[in-house]
């Protein structure tokens, strides 16, 4: 690969700084090219124009730095931003979505000069490593083509789950749609006897770097035909991510047929399985009624050690605003009702809150799926602990239960704790790019009053703040509401639709409608 040009920009408001780097740059062997700007102002078309690989900035410890990363994170998030400051050092550090950063003190020339030095030729490395991507891309978007018009049945699989296939693949097992193939496990095609042969070959293809040799085997079709064919896994790439692809070539059809693969009862069933089989909650199963966001009668999805779903509906404050509704599962012990806080609090963070998690979204995606070709007008906030920012496990359970029903996945409003964001900051990113892929919106429930929250909300840009349920009591009790409006205020004008919740009165409902909130929650009715 050829020598890169290294492309530097110095925002010149300090003449030791810039007489500083210019003197460590010029004795670099690295080939590079240094542009001056005078001002943040000017720096947005040289950052469009350039996409420079180092971004030099004096550092002042009383202006806050979060302005700049984000502006780098909008318009080049692969530049790294260098502070230079007299005598403050700071490693290499990664902020969200993935913008680098670093202090360098002046205070010591030669390390200066070294470092910089580092940050040349990381960035040259960085700079091979996105070509690298972009021509691997380039060939899995070839290579995707190829597989669209093959007459060969192809399909792409990871940990024995469909990620995609060609027409050729859908046409010869008989799936209706693509989001039928992601449902189906690819061992559930193999007829029973063979389904360990194969799945040792599935597993060894997960981890291998190699092709597989042919493997003859006994398929099955949706609709119970059996036929013999000739299978092999080969290593590939599908949208960045490692998966394999299964070549599937069909030499003798019309066997014995058997049963058929299609089920008509309920799509949730593994899942419900699943569930049933996880320990329960330290709860007494009992039954609770549904309260359904539509007229008609809705379709109640199984229960669970005694759970129901039940859906609150949120007051909106302008009619333009979808409606949406809380989806929080509920408990009875004997005589006592646990409602979904009380239910929370006694699980806490740890497996049992996850399982009620996973359940409470798999009741919602069932509820909206179970609409059939009449997409629901509304859409539904659920509520999840930690566990998915911080174990890959659950996040990957998440997303294949959301990446089975796409249309589902677009009318659900996950929220994330904002004390649970800020523990696991640098996950966030990875996890947000994931639900913007599903179609999932963003939002982040509990937030506080404080500038960092104010500042978190702005970059991440959720669709959705529910305010900490602290500031509003403090609000009720002192009739003091000056911090929560100004709050609401701070975050309408970020473009964040805002829930004010446990609004239980009519005179505080008379205050949220003077505040520039989007939605209310409470028993408060007008």
Same mark, same amino acid.
């Given at each position: 690969?050829r020598k890169q040009k290294i492309h530097c920009v110095v925002i010149d408001q300090d003449v030791e700084v810039t007489a500083s780097l210019d003197a460590a740059l010029r004795h670099s062997d690295v080939l590079l090219e240094l542009k001056q700007v005078a001002s943040v102002q000017q720096?947005?078309?040289?950052?469009?124009?350039?996409?420079?690989?180092?971004? *030099?900035?004096?550092?002042?410890?009383?202006?806050?730095?979060?302005?700049?990363?984000?502006?780098?994170?909008?318009?080049?998030? +692969?530049?790294?931003?260098? !502070?230079?400051?007299?005598?403050?050092?700071?490693?290499?550090?990664?902020?969200?979505?993935?913008?680098?950063?670093?202090?360098?003190?002046?205070?010591?020339?030669?390390? *200066?000069?070294?470092?910089?030095?580092?940050?040349?030729?990381?960035? @040259?490395?960085?700079?091979? *490593?996105?070509?690298?991507?972009?021509?691997?891309?380039? @060939?899995?978007?070839?290579?995707?083509?190829?597989?669209?018009?093959? !007459? &060969?049945?192809?399909?792409?699989?990871?940990?024995?789950?469909?990620?995609?296939?060609?027409?050729?693949? #859908?046409?010869?097992?008989?799936?209706?749609?693509?989001?039928? #193939?992601?449902?189906?496990?690819?061992?559930?095609?193999?007829?029973? %006897?063979?389904?360990?042969?194969?799945?040792?070959?599935?597993?060894?293809?997960?981890?291998?770097?190699? %092709?597989?040799?042919?493997?003859?085997?006994?398929?099955?079709?949706?609709?119970?035909?059996?036929?013999?064919?000739?299978?092999?896994?080969? %290593?590939?790439?599908?949208?960045?991510?490692?998966?394999?692809?299964?070549?599937?070539?069909?030499? &003798?059809?019309?066997?014995?047929?058997?049963?058929?693969?299609?089920?008509?009862?309920?799509?949730?069933?593994?899942?419900?399985?699943?569930?049933?089989?996880?320990?329960?909650?330290?709860?007494?199963?009992?039954?609770?009624?549904?309260?359904?966001?539509?007229?008609?009668?809705?379709?109640?999805?199984?229960? #669970?050690?005694?759970?129901?779903?039940? *859906?609150?509906?949120?007051?909106?404050?302008? &009619?333009?605003?979808?409606?949406?509704?809380?989806?929080?599962? &509920?408990?009875?012990?004997?005589?006592?009702?646990?409602?979904?806080?009380? $239910?929370?609090?006694?699980?806490?963070?740890?497996?049992?809150?996850?399982?009620?998690?996973? !359940?409470?979204?798999?009741?919602?995606?069932?509820?909206?799926?179970?609409?059939?070709?009449?997409? %629901?007008?509304?859409?539904?906030?659920?509520?999840?602990?930690?566990?998915?920012?911080?174990?890959?496990?659950?996040?990957?359970?998440?997303?294949?239960?959301?990446?089975?029903?796409? +249309?589902?996945?677009?009318?659900?409003?996950?929220?994330?704790?904002?004390?649970?964001?800020?523990?696991?900051? @640098?996950?966030?990113?990875?996890?947000?790019?994931?639900?913007?892929?599903?179609?999932?919106?963003?939002?982040?429930?509990? $937030?506080?009053?404080?500038?960092?929250?104010?500042?978190?909300?702005?970059?991440?840009?959720?669709?959705?703040?529910?305010?900490?349920?602290?500031?509003?009591?403090?609000?009720?009790?002192?009739?003091?509401?000056?911090?929560?409006?100004?709050?609401?205020?701070?975050?309408? +004008?970020?473009?964040?639709? #805002?829930?004010?919740?446990?609004?239980?009165?009519?005179?505080?409902?008379?205050?949220?409608?003077?505040?520039?909130?989007?939605?209310?929650?409470?028993? @408060?009715?007008?």
């Amino acid at each position: 690969m050829r020598k890169q040009k290294i492309h530097c920009v110095v925002i010149d408001q300090d003449v030791e700084v810039t007489a500083s780097l210019d003197a460590a740059l010029r004795h670099s062997d690295v080939l590079l090219e240094l542009k001056q700007v005078a001002s943040v102002q000017q720096l947005i078309p040289v950052l469009q124009e350039l996409q420079p690989h180092l971004l *030099f900035c004096p550092h002042e410890k009383t202006k806050p730095a979060t302005d700049l990363l984000e502006t780098l994170q909008r318009y080049s998030p +692969d530049t790294l931003l260098v !502070w230079v400051a007299r005598d403050e050092w700071q490693g290499l550090t990664t902020w969200l979505m993935g913008v680098e950063s670093c202090i360098l003190p002046l205070n010591d020339l030669e390390y *200066f000069s070294q470092y910089i030095d580092f940050l040349l030729r990381y960035s @040259a490395i960085k700079q091979d *490593f996105r070509d690298c991507k972009h021509l691997l891309g380039v @060939a899995e978007l070839r290579c995707h083509w190829l597989v669209d018009y093959s !007459w &060969e049945a192809i399909a792409y699989i990871s940990q024995g789950m469909h990620l995609y296939a060609n027409n050729a693949y #859908v046409t010869l097992f008989g799936f209706e749609s693509m989001a039928e #193939v992601r449902s189906m496990p690819v061992a559930h095609l193999v007829d029973t %006897p063979e389904r360990k042969t194969f799945e040792a070959m599935s597993k060894a293809a997960d981890v291998g770097s190699k %092709p597989s040799n042919r493997l003859l085997i006994t398929l099955r079709t949706l609709d119970g035909e059996r036929m013999r064919a000739e299978i092999r896994f080969i %290593p590939a790439v599908l949208k960045g991510k490692r998966c394999t692809q299964l070549h599937v070539r069909p030499l &003798e059809r019309n066997m014995l047929k058997g049963v058929s693969l299609r089920k008509q009862d309920n799509p949730w069933e593994a899942t419900e399985q699943r569930l049933q089989h996880a320990p329960a909650p330290r709860v007494a199963p009992a039954e609770v009624s549904v309260a359904s966001p539509r007229a008609v009668a809705p379709l109640v999805p199984p229960t #669970v050690a005694g759970m129901k779903m039940v *859906f609150h509906k949120l007051q909106r404050m302008k &009619e333009n605003l979808p409606s949406i509704y809380l989806a929080e599962p &509920e408990f009875q012990q004997k005589a006592q009702q646990l409602n979904y806080a009380a $239910l929370v609090k006694q699980l806490g963070n740890g497996g049992g809150r996850s399982r009620l998690d996973y !359940w409470n979204l798999g009741q919602v995606v069932l509820r909206l799926s179970s609409q059939g070709h009449e997409k %629901p007008s509304y859409l539904v906030f659920v509520s999840v602990g930690g566990a998915i920012l911080n174990n890959e496990t659950e996040l990957k359970r998440v997303v294949e239960l959301l990446n089975a029903a796409p +249309d589902a996945a677009k009318r659900i409003v996950l929220a994330f704790p904002y004390q649970d964001c800020m523990a696991h900051l @640098a996950q966030l990113g990875k996890v947000i790019k994931l639900l913007k892929a599903l179609g999932v919106r963003l939002a982040i429930d509990g $937030l506080p009053d404080s500038p960092q929250a104010l500042k978190f909300a702005q970059v991440v840009k959720p669709v959705l703040v529910r305010v900490d349920v602290g500031l509003v009591n403090e609000s009720i009790r002192s009739t003091n509401t000056e911090r929560l409006q100004r709050l609401i205020y701070q975050l309408a +004008d970020s473009r964040c639709k #805002v829930i004010i919740p446990c609004v239980q009165d009519k005179q505080f409902l008379r205050v949220a409608y003077s505040t520039a909130a989007a939605y209310v929650q409470g028993g @408060a009715m007008t």
